[in-house]
């Protein structure tokens, strides 16, 4: 798969993401308008579609159908955006742009967005059932499915992850905590969706297992370098202000690490992602392309 290639097939499953996206929340008839307009606002606001795109790559990667998978999808793009609405309160790391935009409670104001995190949240788990009715997906893997979104989603996975990060303002911390916040916070959404396509798309032990020690090190370089990015990055590219890690005065890669043994940490746990996919063929292409891109992106 050339640069090309893999430009035209992430273009073209976001364009997919983002119509289902759009279908699932056309529901404004049935919840009060202003609800459904703060909803929409924080996940049309733009955003790379990486973990619905990763849930439908892993199932590809097993030989799964992924049209079936696309409640799933739309799913974890929901959690994953509660998330940002929710991250970006004046409680929590108290952003005023996100994805370029003015945040959700700059719009909205902060009952609402809270409101429409916990909308999105919600949502999300009942749209997961919705990949039974093609009938290529057992009750058995939603129900799988679901628990591994709860675990992710909740007091084990992010919620975990941002308390201690909250909890670790102001103060010096290890390693070991710098790892479980990263890991917690951000890897564990990214862990989740892409078992969860390995789940529904009929994979086997073998392979699952393979696909968790990707996603694992995918998630760690993920956070790596948007750790970097906070230091280094532009405000305009990232659609988000930089140096707000340093504003909060949280502990991050580059502040333990430095940066440019930071960068090297993010390179070494790409490397470890793609080796992990050594036993699938050209099928895991575009996992192993995602994986080369993190280290690139500007955003």
Not at 41 to 50: I, Q, V
Not at 115 to 123: C, F, Q
Not at 249 to 254: L, Q, R, V
Not at 259 to 288: H, P, T
């Amino acid at each position: 798969m050339n640069n090309d290639d893999f430009r035209k097939e992430l273009n073209d499953k976001v364009r997919l993401i983002d119509q289902v996206l759009d279908n699932y929340l056309s529901i404004s008839e049935v919840i009060p308008e202003i609800l459904s307009q703060a909803m929409r606002y924080s996940m049309f606001a733009g955003g790379k579609r990486l973990r619905p795109i990763l849930l439908l790559a892993s199932a590809e990667a097993v030989g799964g159908n992924t049209e079936s998978l696309l409640p799933a999808a739309a799913a974890f793009e929901m959690v994953h955006t509660y998330s940002l609405i929710h991250d970006d309160l004046p409680a929590m790391d108290n952003d005023d742009f996100r994805r370029g935009q003015p945040t959700n409670h700059k719009v909205f104001g902060e009952a609402m967005a809270i409101l429409a995190g916990d909308g999105l949240l919600t949502h999300a788990f009942g749209l997961i059932t919705e990949c039974s009715d093609s009938g290529n997906v057992s009750p058995e893997m939603i129900i799988t499915v679901i628990k591994e979104l709860s675990l992710a989603a909740g007091p084990c996975g992010m919620l975990g992850g941002q308390i201690v990060d909250i909890h670790s303002e102001n103060r010096p911390i290890d390693k070991d905590i710098l790892h479980y916040i990263h890991s917690h916070k951000t890897g564990a959404l990214f862990k989740a969706c892409i078992r969860a396509g390995a789940i529904m798309g009929g994979g086997s032990a073998a392979q699952l297992a393979a696909l968790t020690q990707y996603a694992e090190n995918l998630g760690l370089a993920f956070q790596i370098t948007d750790d970097v990015l906070d230091v280094e990055g532009d405000s305009g590219k990232m659609g988000k202000t930089a140096g707000s890690d340093a504003r909060l005065k949280k502990s991050t890669y580059p502040s333990i690490y430095g940066l440019e043994e930071s960068k090297k940490l993010a390179a070494d746990a790409v490397d470890r992602a793609v080796a992990a996919l050594n036993m699938f063929g050209k099928e895991a292409d575009l996992l192993r392309r995602v994986a080369g891109y993190l280290l690139k992106r500007e955003q």
